[in-house]
């Protein structure tokens, strides 16, 4: 049992390793090439783990060469289009112009049901409202409404633009724990956190939760021991 | 372009260890091919308490290169030898040379067949 439970260990740690070279892209969207790599990489790790017949080596030379060929792949699509579309093929339009393109459907062999529930994804129930439809490399379906049925953006109500407004408001303190490059990403200092906290009346160790951004703007949450809301 | 040329070296390392293992596996065939050689002429030649001593080393020096053999290649093919070898020291030693002999030429073709069964070729990997 000592065997499997090291060889267990080895191989996630070595799984674990592969996937962080090969970076987040595998762990988001998969692209055929990133799918194909995942199953097999879960499967030699299952037979290794499993069967004690076959040597580490068996498993680890696979596993390694796969994710090096993944990366080495992903390195020569990036460089040339061709590649690219050899490895993950071309996005497929099927709306265009608001008209359903039934050949390319047939050909994706995607169904009415498929693209109404991918429709549905993403927030349209009425295929009229649709532009353009496109199906990704990944099998996900973009869409691109017409222009009625578009959300309302603060440009297209002439909305003057606040300072900073660009800067998402970023975690500055986790449950107790201050993390000062949030403040320096945000132009604040040590001197205005400190400030906050005294009006709030509340120490670092105290907060449960704390944002800013570059406006100082903030939002603060205390620990549960003292459930009072303060912003 | 650090990944990729940190995939790229460990892509390097893998050819070299498959290189390594197939060289290691070479070795030891050939070490052991050349003793079990030895060992059929002394059972020809019929001095068995020298048969017996040459198997006996024998199998001792499977049992080492054993350990080394099974970190690249399925202990199920090693084991078959394992299982040849033992033999040998008894056959020798209650001089029962046809059978002994038989056993031999046996961890030969095992031998040869695992080295064989390693080889990059064509048929192997097909």
Known sequence: ?231 | MGRVALAAALLAVMVGMSGWGLHTLENNKDILLSEMEELSVLAEEGDNKKTAEAAAILTADWIERHRTLCRIVRHTQLDQVTLAVARLEKLAEHGDIGELTAEIDRCKILLDDIYDSELPLFRNIV
């Open chain 1, 1 to 231: 049992m000592y065997i499997v439970l090291f060889r267990t260990i080895i191989i996630y740690i070595l799984i674990i390793i592969c996937l962080r070279i090969m970076g987040k892209r595998q762990l988001g969207e998969l692209q055929p090439s990133e799918f194909v790599i995942a199953i097999l990489i879960s499967n030699i790790a299952t037979i290794s783990i499993e069967d004690t017949d076959i040597p580490l080596l068996s498993a680890i030379v696979p596993i390694v060469t796969l994710m090096s060929s993944e990366v080495l792949l992903s390195a020569v699509a990036m460089k040339s289009n061709k590649a690219q579309v050899v490895i993950s093929g071309n996005p497929v339009v099927i709306i265009r112009n608001g008209t359903i393109d039934q050949a390319r459907m047939r050909e994706l062999r995607f169904s009415i049901e498929d693209l109404m529930s991918q429709l549905r994804i993403n927030g349209i129930f009425d295929i009229r409202e649709v532009g353009w439809a496109i199906v990704e490399t990944n099998g996900k379906l973009t869409v691109y409404p017409k222009y009625y049925a578009r959300p309302v953006t603060a440009e297209m109500l002439a909305l003057p633009a606040k300072a900073n407004e660009n800067t998402p408001p970023l975690v500055v303190i986790s449950d107790g724990v201050l993390m000062p490059e949030t403040l320096e990403i945000c132009g604040l200092g040590q001197a205005w956190l400190d400030r906050v906290l005294k009006e709030n009346q509340v120490t670092p160790e105290k907060v449960f939760l704390m944002t800013c951004d570059s406006s100082e703007t903030y939002y603060l949450v205390k620990k549960e021991t003292d459930p009072k809301w303060e912003e």
